[in-house]
């Protein structure tokens, strides 16, 4: 089974700053990767995704991510933060080469920003 | 057009009694998918139904059961409830097929047990 590993519980930026979130995860065969977020009173809702093709993707409110194959990572980033990027991140993987489209989560990471 | 929706919003019981949670999934999907999200937790996967059949389960007891209507809409059901059953329960929803990707959250039940 599939596992995923956010390595930052809480990080608090001020705008403008830049901001990486790590996400590791642990399966040999083909993923999916996704990042979700969600803000304050609001549902989860998709960054980005990769499926396959070109490692570096892009997501929505300039979010974009890598996927390093050889490092089981999929970190996100943003070149500068702003204070509506306050809110809850969570990586996702699902394993479509073992049958499995659920989606297992890390435990997300909170980001606050401060004006 | 119309995202995923669940009901209720807040439900509040008390141990060992049972609760029915709904999902509508959006209009055209035909994979609802159920987690249940703990405080401070990522959300843990419970089912995955398509076209009436389920087609994943995760590693919760036989107390947790679902099902999937012919119009796709989904009903996940909690027996004996347990203090530890206390969470956030996130509906979402995926494209034509199992396998279809990415997957649309709804707003979810929030249950507290008593």
């Known amino acids: 089974a599939q596992s995923v590993s956010q390595h930052n519980h809480h990080v608090i930026l001020s705008e403008a700053a830049s901001l990486e979130l790590g996400c590791n995860y642990s399966?040999?065969?083909?993923?999916?990767l996704f990042w979700y977020v969600q803000y304050p009173g609001q549902h989860l809702q998709l960054l980005l995704k990769?499926?396959?093709?070109?490692?570096l993707v892009k997501g929505i409110k300039g979010f974009e991510a890598e996927f390093i194959k050889s490092k089981f990572s999929f970190n996100l980033r943003k070149p500068s933060v702003q204070w509506s990027d306050t809110a809850e991140y969570f990586c996702?993987?699902?394993?479509?080469?073992?049958?499995?489209?659920?989606?297992?989560f890390g435990k997300g990471t909170k980001l606050s920003v401060i004006p | 057009d119309a995202g995923v929706t669940q009901s209720p919003t807040h439900l509040i019981k008390t141990r060992g009694q049972h609760v029915t949670l709904r999902c509508s999934p959006i209009?055209?999907?035909?994979?609802v998918s159920w987690y249940q999200q703990v405080l401070g937790q990522g959300p843990q996967f419970i089912f995955q139904?398509?076209?009436?059949?389920?087609?994943g389960r995760g590693n919760f007891p036989d107390r947790f059961s679902a099902r999937q209507f012919p119009n796709y809409s989904s009903e996940l059901n909690v027996n004996a409830l347990l203090l530890g059953d206390s969470a956030l329960y996130l509906c979402?929803?995926?494209?034509?097929?199992?396998?279809?990707?990415?997957?649309?959250f709804g707003d979810g039940t929030r249950l507290s047990i008593l």
């Open positions: 996702a993987v699902n394993a479509p080469g073992a049958g499995s489209y659920q989606l297992t």
């Open positions: 979402a929803s995926s494209g034509t097929s199992a396998r279809h990707q990415p997957q649309h």
């Open positions: 399966y040999g065969g083909t993923v999916n």
């Open positions: 209009s055209g999907h035909k994979s």
């Open positions: 139904y398509y076209e009436k059949e389920e087609r």
């Open positions: 990769y499926f396959s093709g070109d490692p």
